[in-house]
């Protein structure tokens, strides 16, 4: 049985849920987003609570779908009354970000400049040495961030890279001389 499956969603008073045709609709202040409920989970929509049931209790595929639907439906009410922000830290030498537009140009170390264009619903902003990416969409800010962080993933023996904020990073020894 799912401990996270069985949990009710409270839906707080400035967020609107429509469920119809398998199609789950959250709208709040900051925008709006969709899921589409695969058949294998039975959402129940009160007034105040959204609870998810599997469909079956001896289907594998719908006691596995349960807990991840419940958390999935949990996250867009939180994207859309808070929103999500991943910050990412580089470091390296004559490394630099700047903003033009919507596009994200990076100078890191190679022969010409990386440009990332923000695709719709995040927003990308830079300051001294980090990358905000923010957005409502859960997945959508962790895939960007993961697309930007790829570029130059850190390395452990000088520590130059794009990493995460609060990511530990363990460092390796270089070669050591050796010592008679």
Excluded: C
């Amino acid at each position: 049985m799912s401990r996270i499956g069985k949990q009710p969603i409270i839906i707080p008073e400035n967020v609107n849920v429509t469920y119809q045709d398998k199609i789950m609709t959250v709208k709040g202040p900051k925008g709006e987003l969709t899921l589409e409920i695969p058949p294998y989970v039975i959402v129940e929509q009160g007034d105040k609570e959204i609870i998810v049931n599997p469909k079956s209790e001896s289907d594998k595929l719908s006691l596995s779908l349960w807990g991840t639907i419940q958390r999935l439906i949990g996250n867009m009410i939180t994207g859309v009354t808070e929103g999500y922000v991943k910050r990412l830290k580089y470091k390296g030498v004559g490394w630099r970000t700047e903003m033009k537009g919507k596009t994200l140009v990076m100078h890191l170390g190679y022969s010409h400049p990386i440009e990332y264009k923000a695709p719709e619903g995040i927003e990308l902003s830079t300051e001294k040495d980090t990358i905000t990416v923010s957005g409502i969409d859960k997945q959508l800010v962790g895939q960007v961030s993961a697309e930007i962080r790829a570029f130059r993933k850190p390395e452990p023996y000088k520590g130059k890279g794009i990493i995460y904020e609060g990511e530990i990073i363990r460092r390796k020894a270089g070669k050591q001389a050796k010592t008679a």
